[in-house]
């Protein structure tokens, strides 16, 4: 068991390989304030005390079990559990997609624009979209500054996107309250917005159901949804959830979460932290069985501490190699 540590902008991602029978499976942690782990030193130390429990002869299925157990943090322990998956699809030489039974992605991932002022939104579209194959643009709305500037931003945004087709989504991150949300929903569903992806806080999902009630655009649930059991808790109030891989702690858990929404009817979509390509590959491993998909936080980094998971027209697409098809580049081994 190896442990590195990639740059990431201003901050850092830490990397597992798991080696045995001459594989080496490949995992990745993106530490997260919110995520019960901040920095690569919490999350190595939160995988030690679990590795120091033993991990050999017992089932990827019942080491996660083990790891919700002891708590270890979902956005540290998903990096064993990516790297777990890896090596099993690596020693059935199969691709992780075919392994798991997914069917080859064909939905475009969006690319996510942050929340600004106009000038930036003028000058970062062109940035996003010319010379690329993006299809799709998730605009971060929810501003501290309210909806007006939410409304501005957004008009800058349709303004800037006229000369592409692109479909545009909308993540408002928990920025409103149900009565900004239900206006803000008919605003954005009258200029054609496909989605609304967390319109309220993290635990107030009781106004989810005020909310629901003649909704003028699908509701997703991104922060409110974690693990597959606070599913059935909201499942009736949102048409769609939204899993990370670094909120549920890895592919195990999104199997789960895939199969609950499903259970109750709903939709899925897969989203990212800031996370590199390693992570991305084994989320994009199961894109073939999800609705929508926002795995775009690689394109961002300069430059991408590990490779495989590239945009091919639109589309984050899992290689077709045996494993999820990524790892981290030697000249960033620790
Ligand atoms: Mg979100």
């Not at 530490?31 to 005390?49: D, H, M, R, W």
């Not at 969006?110 to 940035?127: D, F, H, Q």
């Amino acid at each position: 068991m190896a442990i590195s540590r990639g740059v990431r902008y201003d901050s850092y991602n830490l990397f597992v390989s798991y080696e045995k029978d001459g594989h080496i499976g490949w995992g990745e942690a993106a530490p997260g304030n919110s995520e019960g782990a901040a920095t690569p030193e919490a999350v190595q130390e939160a995988l030690e005390k679990f590795i120091a429990t033993g991990i050999e002869g017992f089932s990827i299925q019942t080491l996660y079990d083990r790891a919700r157990e002891m708590q270890i943090p979902p956005c540290a322990y998903v990096a064993l559990d990516t790297a777990f998956w890896d090596w099993t699809a690596k020693k059935a030489q199969l691709p992780l997609r075919e392994l798991l039974g997914f069917s080859i992605p064909h939905t475009p991932t969006s690319v996510t624009i942050g929340i600004n002022p106009p000038e930036i939104v003028k000058e970062r579209v062109p940035l996003l979209l010319n010379g690329t194959t993006v299809q799709s643009l998730k605009i971060k709305l929810g501003s501290p500054d309210g909806i007006e500037a939410d409304k501005m931003m957004f008009n800058q945004v349709v303004e800037s996107t006229k000369k592409y087709k692109v479909k545009l989504r909308v993540d408002a991150n928990g920025g409103w309250d149900v009565t900004q949300a239900q206006h803000m929903m008919q605003w954005l569903a009258e200029r054609r917005v496909d989605y609304i992806e967390q319109p309220l806080k993290e635990g107030e999902e009781e106004g989810l159901k005020t909310l629901f009630k003649g909704r003028a655009l699908p509701i997703y649930v991104d922060e409110s949804c974690r693990f597959s059991q606070n599913i059935p808790g909201f499942a009736a109030h949102v048409d769609g959830v939204n899993m990370k891989l670094m909120k549920c702690g890895g592919i195990t858990e999104a199997l789960r979460i895939i199969a609950t929404a499903r259970a109750h009817g709903l939709k899925t979509m897969i989203g990212c932290m800031s996370e590199s390509s390693v992570a991305i590959a084994a989320a994009a491993a199961l894109t073939g069985g999800i609705d929508h998909i926002d795995l775009d936080s690689h394109y961002n980094l300069a430059p991408d501490p590990s490779e495989g998971a590239p945009m091919i027209n639109g589309v984050t697409l899992p290689p077709e190699i045996p494993g999820h098809g990524a790892h981290l580049k030697e000249e960033f081994y620790a």
